[in-house]
């Protein structure tokens, strides 16, 4: 009978959690334009597209990206921002997983159409520019 011996390592749990921590605070420190700053850069670049010709309309756009019409509806309606919060949401750069203006709250400044609604609202919601 032959003997078969095999060595398996084994990193001490503690070193795991030590690199998960270093990991996380490396993420951390890196920023990262915020996802609301990426759709509305998704939403612009589709409006241009189909003003190009590109696309034939929205329900072109839903179907080749794989989208439903209503979202692609929330997308565009991004653009219904005044240009001054749109380029501050464009600006916006957030640590990964920690976003304070999500799509969500921008809907909520999009209750209204004017824009001097808009901004007034959005000096509610925005966060702190530090």
């Given at each position: 009978m032959t003997e078969h011996a095999e060595t398996i390592a084994f990193r001490p749990r503690q070193r795991r959690t030590q690199a998960r921590v270093k990991?996380?605070?490396?993420?951390?420190?890196e920023r990262q334009p915020?996802?609301?700053?990426r759709r509305l850069a998704l939403a612009h670049r589709i409006a241009a597209d189909i003003e190009a010709g590109r696309y034939k309309d929205y329900a072109d756009v839903a179907r080749r990206h794989g989208l439903t019409r209503a979202r692609l509806t929330q997308?565009?309606?991004?653009?219904?921002l005044a240009p001054d919060i749109q380029e501050e949401v464009l600006a916006l750069e957030f640590p990964v997983g920690r976003e304070p203006v999500t799509e969500r709250t921008l809907r909520r400044v999009l209750t209204s159409l004017c824009w001097e609604d808009q901004r007034a609202a959005w000096m509610e919601l925005r966060p702190d520019p530090s």
């Open positions: 990991r996380r605070r490396r993420q951390l420190a915020a996802r609301v700053a997308l565009m309606n991004l653009l219904l």
